[in-house]
């Protein structure tokens, strides 16, 4: 059985869980998207099958391109979630670690921002760059985790932010949290 961690921010939630984001019944799920919004792996593939990859694809070129840092959002067809937020990580090693911590977290913030503007209540992020565009997730966890509680703080809305996460990245997301609440 999968753990959840949970943590209360104001009116709104924040939670941990070890599973596949495709399956998530929240008003927004986040892809790991690339800047030109194509279809392309990991995460971001298992997307682009589960809402119908030409129906998707079509949305994507229709808001394309999407600079590092920053988020896009279309319908999210054939998912459980009725959108996906597609929020461009960097690339870890095409920056300095400085540059590449401030746009994995602008990355976050665009994403929350978009969610906000259309009323969402609910939104389930991957581990955004920690894949194959390099992004140490020993380093990304803790800035993650940073971004979502002050955003919230400020904020108070989405009501629920969830972090969905694989097997290999949840617990040092976990120990991330843990970290911050000591």
Request: some cysteine; proline content about 6%; aromatic content about 8%.
């Amino acid at each position: 059985m999968s753990e959840t961690l949970s943590l209360h921010i104001g009116q709104s939630r924040l939670e941990l869980i070890e599973g596949d984001i495709v399956t998530q019944a929240v008003d927004a799920i986040v892809n790991a998207a690339n800047e030109a919004l194509q279809q392309g792996g990991g995460v971001c593939g298992a997307i682009f099958r589960a809402a119908g990859v030409d129906q998707l694809q079509r949305a994507c070129n229709a808001v394309a391109p999407c600079p590092t840092g920053e988020a896009r959002i279309t319908p999210g067809f054939a998912l459980p979630a009725r959108y996906v937020i597609h929020a461009v990580g960097p690339i870890f090693n095409l920056y300095a670690p400085e540059e590449a911590d401030r746009l994995l977290v602008s990355a976050y913030h665009s994403s929350l921002a978009l969610a906000r503007q259309y009323g969402l209540q609910s939104i389930a992020f991957p581990s955004i760059a920690t894949g194959i565009y390099g992004f140490p997730v020993e380093r990304a966890a803790p800035l993650v985790l940073r971004a979502l509680v002050d955003d919230l703080r400020l904020h108070q809305a989405p009501a629920l932010v969830r972090m969905v996460l694989w097997r290999d990245t949840f617990p040092i997301y976990r120990a991330a949290l843990k970290q911050m609440q000591a």
